[in-house]
């Protein structure tokens, strides 16, 4: 029944490495998003896609790279992963004005 | 461009007591308005939404904010809090960055602790 989720939860890799984390919404909304939250709590957005296309990036890195295989899913690919990286990401969708965040993935890069 | 700013990053208050969360925002026309409840390794919660009409907007958990133009604000308030409402609370700001795109600009939090 969960709207939002997320996997993995948490997500512990060394430098350099490339990993994914994976998103999926079952309440049939045509958007979805990528925000990042850092160690202050502070919440940003990075991605927002509609219908698959990408309408939102806010000047993230190219070392991070959505991709949405379908209306449902929006997963994020990273890159060299650097120690910076390390943050709880939030996927969110919506259909028209609200927001529905999922549970968060908490990356900690060594 | 638009912005949130909560002053406060830290509120105690004792179990009963009332609650008032401030957020200013700063957006170039009408303001999508939203607060946000962040338990502890959890995600956020949508609490209440303004988009217009009447100022005085009622939430879930008994939860109530006031949108005031004037003051470019928009409060979260409860009249006798919860140790469950023991949380991290986000207002945001939002407008349609075309179609159904809506871009959320977050405050910066206020963690609330609540004494029994």
């Known amino acids: 029944d969960t709207a939002v989720s997320q996997t993995p939860k948490y997500l512990v890799t060394q430098m350099g490495n490339d990993k994914s984390i994976k998103c999926e919404q079952n309440l049939g909304h045509d958007t979805m998003y990528w925000y990042k939250q850092d160690s202050k709590k502070f919440l940003k957005i990075m991605f927002s896609?509609?219908?698959?296309?990408?309408?939102i990036n806010e000047t993230v890195p190219n070392r991070f790279s959505p991709k949405s295989p379908d209306k449902a899913h929006l997963n994020l690919h990273i890159n060299s992963l650097e120690l910076g990286d390390s943050a709880v990401y939030f996927c969110?969708?919506?259909?028209?004005?609200?927001?529905?965040f999922g549970p968060g993935t908490r990356l900690t890069v060594l | 461009a638009q912005s949130v700013t909560q002053p406060d990053i830290h509120i105690t208050v004792s179990e009963g007591a009332s609650l008032e969360l401030r957020c200013n925002y700063s957006?170039?026309?009408?303001?999508?308005l939203f607060w946000y409840v962040q338990s502890p390794g959890q995600g956020l919660q949508l609490l209440l939404k303004?988009?217009?009409?009447?100022?005085l907007v009622q939430g879930i958990k008994g939860f109530e904010a006031e949108f005031k133009r004037s003051q470019s604000s928009f409060n979260l308030r409860k009249p006798s809090v919860h140790w469950s409402d023991a949380a991290e609370y986000f207002c945001?700001?939002?407008?349609?960055?075309?179609?159904?795109?809506?871009?959320?600009?977050f405050g910066k939090g206020t963690l609330l602790t609540v004494n029994p």
């Open positions: 945001a700001v939002g407008g349609n960055s075309g179609g159904s795109n809506y871009k959320l600009t």
């Open positions: 969110a969708s919506s259909y028209g004005d609200t927001q529905y």
């Open positions: 896609y509609n219908n698959k296309e990408l309408i």
């Open positions: 957006y170039g026309a009408t303001p999508y």
């Open positions: 303004y988009f217009s009409g009447d100022t």
